[in-house]
């Protein structure tokens, strides 16, 4: 009954290829988000889509391509990887109520922790 | 100025002590501020929430909240080992009517010597 779920939980590949990490979430909630998390531990959003439409994009180079077929999954595709590219990609969703959107935190997935050699 | 800043720490902690933690933001339009807590290798898990000037109690937690001063913070009373993590705080700007933009800061880390 996991709440945010995504795969794989470890990914470890060589500079150049192309990559993807799956994410789903069971709560019904209508924004998921990719962050990423550097070996700093800084926790900074990547994506964020409100049913299935891209809302925030922050300046992610264009290699990131996130896909949302509908809500409740949240993908994210990654092109010609590169070093900088390691560090921990963790899937998020909120439930955002137009009345008080204020008053939704963000569910964690467990993380897919990324190293490119 | 990053736009919301927490002290690294180690924050070294005796068990049964208080914790103090601190976060100043940037952004005055802010509209709700987080703690999470994150132990090593795992996920962020959601501790506290809170809105409103004042004080917040959950539990062993109580969070702070100054907007004037732009200013929140998460006390951990009668801390204890398991309470030894890395503490975020974020604060939420809302983009549209149903996005949100969560920040985080880089975090304290706790140390909770028994």
């Known amino acids: 009954d996991t709440a945010v779920s995504q795969t794989p939980k470890y990914l470890v590949t060589q500079m150049g290829n192309d990559k993807s990490i799956k994410c789903e979430q069971n709560?019904?909630?209508?924004?998921m988000y990719w962050y990423k998390q550097d070996s700093k531990k800084f926790l900074k959003i990547m994506f964020s889509?409100?049913?299935?439409?891209?809302?925030i994009n922050e300046t992610v180079p264009n290699r990131f391509s996130p896909k949302s077929p509908d809500k409740a999954h949240l993908n994210l595709h990654i092109n010609s990887l590169e070093l900088g590219d390691s560090a921990v990609y963790f899937c998020a969703s909120s439930q955002d109520l137009t009345s008080r959107s204020f008053d939704s935190p963000l569910h964690f997935g467990n993380g897919t922790r990324l190293t490119v050699t | 100025q990053k736009e919301v800043e927490q002290n690294s720490g180690p924050l070294s902690v005796p068990e049964g002590a208080i914790a103090s933690l601190n976060c100043t933001y940037s952004?005055?339009?802010?509209?709700?501020f987080f703690w999470y807590r994150q132990y090593s290798g795992k996920s962020p898990e959601l501790i506290m929430s809170i809105y409103s000037n004042g004080d917040k109690e959950d539990g062993r937690f109580t969070a702070q909240l100054n907007k004037a001063s732009q200013y929140v913070s998460l006390l951990i009373r009668d801390s204890q080992p398991s309470d030894s993590a890395t503490y975020l705080c974020?604060?939420?700007?809302?983009?549209?009517?149903?996005?949100?933009?969560?920040?985080f800061g880089g975090g304290t880390r706790v140390l909770v010597k028994p």
């Open positions: 974020a604060v939420n700007i809302m983009i549209k009517a149903a996005g949100n933009k969560l920040t």
């Open positions: 709560l019904g909630h209508d924004t």
């Open positions: 952004d005055r339009v802010s509209q709700s």
């Open positions: 889509y409100n049913n299935k439409e891209l809302i």
